[in-house]
């Protein structure tokens, strides 16, 4: 791969960055071409995009029903060429990129930050854990099976290392060379991961579904609940009977939450380079900021002692929720899980409402100000928060209509009833404080204060009575630094700053307790639906209402967006919390 077939707009890069250092507020010669050509290039991916996702979409809805001639080793076949089209590109980029000098002529300091990246690479390893169990299980009956299906794990795999390496050193490029081919393989790849995502969720809500359901559905619909990724015309000779079978099967389908994360968190990634796709940042105006992230300073430890006793007591709750639902028969073992986890949930949503709404008013009081500047990935978070919360919302409406419309009505619905209100009502205040959250700037006052010590470090051992002495209230022993470009301190604040010890704003300090708090308590409200927490199918009340057909459909559509939002949601909260 070349240097010399550019697009124009990478033809002009260095006269553009010229202009910047020069003259950094004055817009480019061309704006007008350029942003069409822009344009353009961004409408041809995404067109590819629209087309293979409708594409991956089509087959593997059409893989998960029995009557459809549309088998899973279709579905896989579609997914291993795409994921080696990808790696194929993922070479293709990292060896021009290395390759071209003028490649990568800015970064985007907001792209890809390091506990991002860090998630990246822990729901990747869980991604290969479940490949490896995946190759144990499908090879356990190789002989009655299509080769794809050991050869689709086998290439996820490759794809996981390439794609999370090559995440890891390039989430920030503002790419300079070859545009449009950049643009379409980004979207290539994002397409890819969505793809991934559709199929690993379809599966792992048949297999639940499949287990929730089989004791309460008629035989039609349990042959459509069976179809979880096995062949059909060999289902019967492909059984799983070993030991060792059923341990690689039932493991690689509880590793599945971490694998539909892994994607989700790429696709967010790759979505944001390729929003940056010959974008030039102009460092003068485009305020760059430093943050450290510091879990256990400056912090009265209020918001993660009750975290973490949300968070033990949640999987307390979860634990004997999955042993007396699926080990118990009996219908009062069932109710009184189902009213367990109801009042966690109700007191968990409640305390994590009200705790959204004192941040917000907290906010009220906030003196920062907003960060209006161009960041993709804010307003990515922004979109996929917003976006995402709308699966819980859909489920709880649902369930608001059939609790309502339904008789008798017991202890168990009015539980659910309250559940299903302070859902609807928790989304809404958190998204409030973490969006107000992600557009505020980090305080200023830190630099302020480093700037005068540096500037004061000198006069650390001389007398505090004889400095104040000899500096006039004009402070005119100060004027060579002012004119330097320096504030003027006050005889005032340079004793103040030599004395006392730099304190944080107590606004601050509440925020990052909200922050770790809801952090805490979205991680345990994200583990309880992705590991086997299923109460819209262990409660009747919703299904006796829409029917075995249309709630397992609505659950099993609105549900994954539902978990990713508490994902998201943990990685959003995490911005909040070192920004604040």
């Known amino acids: 791969m070349g240097c010399g077939h550019k697009d124009d707009k990478a033809n002009v890069a260095s006269s553009q960055i010229a202009s910047f250092s020069h003259q950094p507020h004055q817009p480019p010669s061309t ?12 409408m041809f991916s995404i067109l590819l995009a629209v087309h293979l996702a409708l594409l991956a979409c089509t087959l593997v809805s059409s893989g998960a029903f029995e009557k459809i001639a549309v088998h899973d080793y279709d579905v896989f076949f579609l997914l291993t060429v795409m994921m080696l089209m990808v790696i194929i590109w993922i070479i293709f980029y990292l060896v021009g990129t290395s390759r ?80 449009n081919v950049t643009r379409c393989g980004l979207m290539l790849t994002l397409t890819t991961n969505l793809a991934v995502w559709m199929s690993a969720v379809t599966d792992e809500s048949v297999h639940k579904a499949h287990s929730k359901l089989k004791k309460n559905v008629t035989e039609e619909i349990f042959r459509w609940l069976l179809k979880a990724g096995m062949r059909s015309s ?19 389908f509880w590793l599945y939450p971490f694998n539909i994360e892994y994607s989700l ?96 008013v907290i906010y009220r009081f906030d003196k920062r100000d907003m960060d209006r500047h161009k960041n993709p990935t804010r307003t990515l978070d922004v979109a996929l928060l917003m976006g995402a919360a709308l699966g819980q919302y859909a489920i709880s409406y649902y369930s608001i209509v059939a609790i309502v419309a339904s008789t ?19 989304h809404t205040f958190q998204n409030i404080f973490i969006i107000e959250g992600l557009h505020r700037q980090p305080p200023k006052e830190d630099h302020k204060h480093d700037s005068h010590q540096k500037d004061l470090y000198g006069l650390t051992f001389v007398n505090i009575n004889a400095v104040s002495l000899r500096v006039p209230d004009s402070g005119s022993t100060l004027a060579p ?33 909200i922050s770790m708090f809801l952090l805490l308590s979205n991680i345990i409200l994200w583990i309880m639906p992705a590991f086997g927490a299923r109460p819209q199918f262990d409660n009747d009340t919703e299904l006796n209402f829409y029917g075995d057909s249309m709630w397992p459909a609505i659950v099993d559509i609105c549900l994954p967006f539902g978990i990713f939002y508490r994902m998201h949601a943990v990685a959003s909260l995490l911005e909040v919390y070192i920004m604040s």
């Not at 009833?417 to 302070?422: C, F, G, N, V």
């Open 100 to 179: 071209c000098p003028d490649a990568i002529l800015c970064k985007d300091s907001h792209a890809g930050p390091v506990w991002l990246r860090g998630g990246l690479i822990l729901f990747a390893i869980f991604s290969l854990v479940m490949d490896v169990f995946k190759i144990g299980y499908y090879s356990s009956f190789y002989s009655c099976l299509s080769a794809i299906k050991i050869i689709y794990p086998i290439v996820q795999a490759i794809f996981v290392v390439v794609q999370t390496y090559f995440l890891w050193i390039s989430a920030k490029d503002c790419v300079h060379v070859h545009l």
């Open 481 to 513: 630094s002012t004119a330097s470009g320096t504030e003027a301190i006050h005889p005032s604040d340079l004793v103040r700053t030599l004395t006392a010890p730099k304190k944080m704003n107590w606004r601050r300090k509440f925020l990052r307790e």
């Open 234 to 252: 060999s289902a019967e000779e492909c059984n799983c009977n070993s030991q060792i079978c059923q341990i690689f099967k039932n493991g690689y």
């Open 408 to 426: 008798p009505r017991d202890a168990i619905s009015a539980l659910n009833l309250t559940y299903a209100l302070l859902m609807i009502a928790q």
């Open 31 to 42: 704006p007008a071409s350029k942003e069409v050509w822009k344009k353009g290039g961004r």
């Open 265 to 360: 968190f790429a696709s967010a990634m790759v979505y944001v380079m390729w929003k940056n796709v010959g974008r030039f940042i102009d460092h003068h105006s485009h305020h760059i900021h430093h943050l450290k992230f510091r879990l256990f300073r400056r912090t009265f430890f209020v918001g993660i002692v009750l975290g973490l006793i949300i968070l033990v007591s949640g999987l307390g709750v979860l634990i004997l929720y999955e042993v007396q639902v699926n080990s118990s028969t009996e219908s009062s073992k069932k109710s009184q899980a189902l009213t367990m986890y109801y009042i966690f949930n109700i007191v968990c949503l409640g305390l994590m409402s009200l705790v959204c709404i004192g941040g917000s």
